[in-house]
């Protein structure tokens, strides 16, 4: 409950645009437009602004069902009151499993990542260790050390990356993009439902809402980090098809990384290996802010503390990370949770807002029939 929270932990409302990106933008965008392009080719664009609006219908959805009560409860307290105790803390060992899967998929990608890129011969367990003690480290010291590494993440990895995307403006070839509109609906519609993964951590909000002061005013902060993200997507797409053509974008995984890989420099010799390092405050902020949601709904439906979960969470992490080593597998895992992230995204968020209304219309018949 919102009463619960000392102010202390809070964040102000504009600042729920850290959290809420590095949420959401993580090692997906260096690679999905290959992926973006198996249905629709070319028109994905279209996909990425169509997602794009829907997400903003699922966002003003979430203010909906955690404003509907005058304590401002988070999820796993909401799922309690609709569903009851067993059914209720059901429910929320599935959310926080859901968040601690995400975390995961966050890690073994990057992993593989820096293995490919960087080190492909180097033992990666020191490097996962590491991690784990860091992101340890930031999720110990609460929400607003989580905050603060978001905004640190923005502050460092944005305006680096972006320059060097833009060096590729020579290389491009605009008549790439045409012709317009030759795939049908169905296609676009498949290629946003691909889309969709590319904005999996929005839901994060669910937990960390009670965390922020006068919640209801960081809604239109969250709508501007969401057409921010929108339009970097949509950039980096329209880059990619002007820089490559569909046949070579379609073998090629890491498209974001291929289009700076033609510059060098010195010391660094290929711009890859800065932005790959450089990823890696992005990486640690993201998976952050999932575990701690994930930590704090141990906390709020079982009454488990947070540091004894973290530990438990990110043994696991590292444990799955060394036995999980296979390219296709890593590939499976991630596609299995952007299939639930879907479903969770646009099933069980709008199942909640249909019950969060329902409640709210029987609530307000019985007060009615109430005698005077």
């Known amino acids: 409950m919102r009463n619960e929270i000392s102010e202390e932990y809070m964040v102000s409302p504009y600042l729920i645009i850290f959290p809420l990106y590095v949420s959401i933008v993580g090692v997906g965008i260096l690679n999905y437009q290959s992926k973006l392009i198996q249905h629709a080719g070319y028109n994905a664009w279209i996909s990425v602004i169509l ?20 304590n401002d409860q988070e999820i796993i307290s909401l799922n309690h009151t ?53 992101i340890y480290y930031a999720v110990s010291g609460g929400f607003r050390s989580v905050t603060a590494i978001g905004v640190w993440t923005i502050l460092i990895s944005l305006p680096s990356v972006i320059p060097q995307v833009l060096l590729t403006l020579p290389f491009l ?55 921010f993200v929108t339009f970097l ?53 993201g998976i952050s802010v999932y575990l701690w949601v994930a930590c704090r709904g141990m906390k709020t439906a079982f009454r488990i503390g947070q540091r004894p979960s973290l530990i438990v969470f990110l043994i696991a992490a590292v444990t799955l990370n060394y036995f999980i080593k296979d390219h296709g597998r890593i590939e499976w895992i991630s596609e299995l949770y952007g299939t639930v992230g879907f479903y969770f995204i646009y099933a069980y968020i709008p199942f909640m807002f249909v019950c969060v209304l329902i409640r709210k219309r029987l609530a307000f018949h019985f007060e009615e029939r109430k005698p005077a």
């Not at 997602?51 to 509907?68: E, N, Q, R």
């Not at 889309?195 to 809604?219: C, D, H, N, R, W």
């Not at 098809?241 to 070579?248: H, K």
């Open 233 to 285: 997507y949509l950039v980096l797409l329209i880059l990619a098809f002007m820089f490559l053509s569909e046949g070579q974008l379609r073998h090629c995984i890491w498209a974001t990384l291929a289009m700076i890989s033609i510059f060098e420099v010195p010391l660094l010799q290929s711009l890859e290996y800065f932005f790959v390092s450089l990823w890696f405050i992005n990486i640690i902020a």
């Open 51 to 70: 997602t794009g609006i829907s997400i903003h219908v699922i966002l003003w959805m979430i203010y909906k069902i955690l404003s509907s009560n005058r």
């Open 173 to 227: 070839h605009p008549l790439n993009l045409l012709p317009l509109l030759n795939h049908s609906a169905t296609d676009i519609l498949l290629s946003s439902k691909t889309m969709v993964f590319q904005y999996l951590g929005l839901e994060t909000i669910l937990l960390f809402y009670p965390f922020i002061k006068t919640p209801a005013k960081s809604q239109k902060w969250a709508h501007i980090i969401v057409i």
């Open 82 to 134: 609709l569903f009851g105790k067993f059914l209720g803390n059901f429910v929320n060992l599935a959310v926080v499993l859901y968040f601690v899967y995400g975390a995961f998929v966050k890690f073994k990608v990057y992993i593989e990542m820096v293995q490919i890129w960087l080190f492909p011969r180097m033992n990666i367990l020191p490097l996962t260790i590491i991690i784990a003690l860091l």
